[in-house]
């Protein structure tokens, strides 16, 4: 498992946070340039993600370190989580973001949404939604499904 590249990220990544709470901010470092250097993606130190988090492909992932996710998301290669004029990302709880997807600046992303491949984030997207296109729009709910 771990010799998938985007298996041995979220070890990585989970190994780091851990070190930061147990006050070992030396080794919270190494372990940031070790997955940095091994997997190919930058997970800023102070970046939270609930339990469930899913790296699919880890090269060219890249998470601001002031990002908050919820538990059980997924993220797919080349993804970029960033910040902008000082405000980061709310992700909520399954949200799936797909290949080199962009979700920039203060937005929230709610509850079971998905993000389509090479969308660029740059408002709010709610529940139950699925976001597409540069920039996103929202092309479908699970409340108009029902």
Avoid: W
């Avoid at 851990?18 to 190919?40: E, H, M, P, W």
């Avoid at 910040?83 to 929230?108: C, F, H």
């Avoid at 998905?114 to 529940?127: E, L, S």
């Amino acid at each position: 498992m771990l010799f998938s590249d985007g298996s041995l990220c979220t070890v990585l990544y989970r190994m780091m946070r851990a070190s930061r709470r147990c006050g070992l901010g030396i080794l919270a470092a190494v372990v940031y340039k070790l997955n940095a250097f091994l997997t190919g993606a930058v997970i800023g130190r102070s970046a939270e993600f609930g339990p469930g988090l899913i790296i699919l492909h880890s090269v060219g992932v890249v998470v601001n370190t002031s990002v908050r996710g919820g538990c059980n998301v997924i993220i797919e290669g080349g993804v970029t989580i960033g910040a902008e004029k000082g405000r980061s990302p709310v992700l909520g709880d399954n949200v799936y973001i797909g290949s080199g997807a962009k979700v920039i600046g203060g937005v929230k992303v709610g509850n079971d949404v998905r993000i389509g491949a090479n969308a660029v984030v740059v408002k709010d997207v709610p529940d139950e939604a699925t976001a597409v296109g540069v920039p996103a729009r929202i092309v479908r709910t699970r409340v108009q499904e029902r």
